[in-house]
C-alpha cells in the first residue's frame, strides 16, 4: 500500500484498497475524533454481515465492482458511484455477489476514537 497523503491533498482513494483472501480488506485513510474515512475492499464471494453502529452513522460509496448492500429488512444492488447512509443503530452490511473485486469508501462520524472505552 502505498503512503497516505498530507491531508489536506488529492488522491486517488482505490490505490489503497487492500484485498485479503481470508476476509474482507479494510484500510484507514484518514481519521480523527470526529470522522474515518476508510476503504473496504471484497473479492467475489466476501461479505460483511449485518451489523449496527450506536451512536455513529455510516456512508458508503461504491468506487468499483457490484454487489449489495446488506439491510435488516432487505437488500440492494451496488453500482460504481451509488452511496448508502446507514444512521446510527440501523443494521447494514455488504455483499460481493458479483465476480471483480468490489471497492467502497466507508465513512463513519464520529470517527471510533471518540467512542467510548
Same mark, same amino acid.
Given at each position: 500500500?502505498?503512503?497516505?497523503?498530507?491531508?489536506?491533498?488529492?488522491?486517488? +482513494?482505490? %490505490?489503497?484498497? $487492500?484485498? %485479503?483472501?481470508?476476509?474482507?480488506?479494510?484500510?484507514?485513510?484518514?481519521?480523527?475524533?470526529?470522522?474515518?474515512?476508510?476503504?473496504?475492499?471484497?473479492? !467475489?464471494?466476501?461479505?460483511?454481515?449485518?451489523?449496527?453502529?450506536?451512536?455513529?452513522?455510516?456512508?458508503?460509496? $461504491?468506487?468499483?465492482?457490484?454487489?449489495?448492500?446488506?439491510?435488516?429488512?432487505?437488500?440492494?444492488?451496488?453500482?460504481?458511484?451509488?452511496?448508502?447512509?446507514? !444512521?446510527?443503530?440501523? +443494521?447494514?452490511?455488504?455483499?460481493?455477489?458479483?465476480?471483480?473485486?468490489?471497492?467502497?469508501?466507508?465513512?463513519?462520524? !464520529?470517527?471510533?476514537?471518540?467512542? +467510548? %472505552?
Amino acid at each position: 500500500m502505498p503512503d497516505l497523503p498530507d491531508h489536506p491533498n488529492t488522491f486517488r +482513494p482505490e %490505490k489503497f484498497a $487492500v484485498f %485479503k483472501p481470508e476476509k474482507m480488506g479494510k484500510s484507514t485513510i484518514f481519521e480523527s475524533d470526529r470522522m474515518l474515512v476508510g476503504l473496504n475492499s471484497f473479492m !467475489p464471494g466476501q461479505e460483511h454481515g449485518l451489523h449496527a453502529h450506536e451512536g455513529m452513522d455510516k456512508v458508503y460509496h $461504491v468506487l468499483s465492482g457490484r454487489g449489495r448492500f446488506l439491510l435488516e429488512d432487505r437488500e440492494l444492488a451496488m453500482e460504481p458511484g451509488l452511496m448508502l447512509v446507514a !444512521p446510527s443503530g440501523i +443494521p447494514h452490511g455488504i455483499r460481493n455477489d458479483g465476480d471483480e473485486n468490489l471497492i467502497v469508501i466507508a465513512i463513519l462520524a !464520529p470517527g471510533p476514537s471518540a467512542s +467510548p %472505552k
